[in-house]
């Protein structure tokens, strides 16, 4: 089992960057596929970013393409989502998860665990 923290949300204004952290505990980090979600209030929960845990292989949402960048440190049990030119639509909390199975996965389900989440606010 592992438990996720996530930490660094704020607020920002548009055109900005903000990197948000996702801290791990337990064992086994490194043979979990981490993703990245977001939920605005009154939307669906949304896929943002993903990374595997074998080669680190990532994906990302069409709307995190060219922006956002996964990456994960196995060593400190950490994965980040460095976050560019955000805009006001990036506005959600932000949300952690794990793969057991160590896939680069785009769906809620394919995740066994989860973090609180942590608020990002774009300003215009």
């Known amino acids: 089992q592992v438990q996720l923290v996530e930490s660094g949300g704020g607020l920002v204004q548009a055109g900005e960057s903000l990197r948000v952290s996702c801290a791990a505990s337990?064992?086994?980090?490194?043979?979990?596929?981490m993703g990245w979600f977001r939920q605005a209030p009154g939307k669906e929960r949304e896929f943002v970013a993903a990374?595997?845990?074998?080669?680190?292989?990532?994906i990302y949402a069409d709307s995190a393409k060219g922006r956002f960048t996964i990456s994960r440190n196995n060593a400190k049990k950490t994965v980040d989502l460095q976050m560019d030119s955000l805009k006001p639509e990036d506005t959600a909390v932000y949300l952690c998860?794990?793969?057991?199975?160590?896939?680069?996965?785009?769906?809620?389900?394919?995740?066994?665990?989860w973090g609180q989440g942590i608020q990002v606010t774009v300003s215009s």
């Open positions: 337990g064992r086994d980090f490194s043979t979990y596929g």
């Open positions: 990374i595997s845990r074998v080669i680190s292989s990532t």
């Open positions: 998860a794990a793969d057991r199975a160590g896939r680069a996965a785009s769906t809620t389900y394919a995740y066994a665990y």
